[in-house]
């Protein structure tokens, strides 16, 4: 295989993990929601805090993957260029975000309350903005 053809499939492979974290991202923060609406309710409470562990987890295994795979276009084809500084740095907000919510998870597992269902639909908002930004840096490369 040459150099190119491996670019394009290394390329592919990093887009569709990271579309599988951001789908974490996105839906995590809307169990959290489903959590704060559902108490006293044990067993959707329980359903939902297990169906949280199994996302949380599979998102880390997602990031980690996409992550290789942007040192591998990063080192070995060469991609640099200022707008990959500035996506990198919107990358590390959205990954902030996913940890934020990862401890959430894990404090309502210990017994602590959640932001309010409002607070979270908020929080759950925010990472589409910022994708925009990642799109568009990658897209139109303006410095």
């Keep these: 295989m040459d150099k190119a053809s491996l670019y394009f499939w290394v390329k592919t492979f990093h887009l569709v993990f990271v579309i599988a974290w951001m789908a974490t991202v996105f839906y995590l923060p809307r169990i959290l929601v489903n959590l704060t609406e559902t108490t006293g309710q044990p067993?959707?409470?329980?359903?939902?805090?297990?169906m949280g562990r199994k996302l949380y987890r599979f998102g880390h295994n997602m990031f980690g993957l996409a992550m290789i795979l942007g040192l591998v276009l990063w080192l070995y084809f060469g991609v640099t260029g200022g707008w990959l500084h500035a996506k990198l740095t919107l990358v590390v907000l959205v990954l902030a975000h996913f940890i934020i919510a990862g401890r959430w998870l894990k404090g309502v597992e210990k017994g602590r309350a959640l932001p309010?269902?409002?607070?979270?639909?908020?929080?759950?908002?925010?990472?589409?903005?910022?994708?925009?930004?990642?799109?568009?840096?990658?897209?139109?490369?303006?410095?």
């Design 116 to 143: 309010s269902s409002f607070t979270l639909r908020l929080f759950n908002e925010a990472p589409v903005i910022v994708l925009i930004g990642i799109v568009w840096l990658v897209l139109a490369k303006p410095f």
């Design 43 to 50: 067993d959707v409470q329980a359903r939902l805090l297990l």
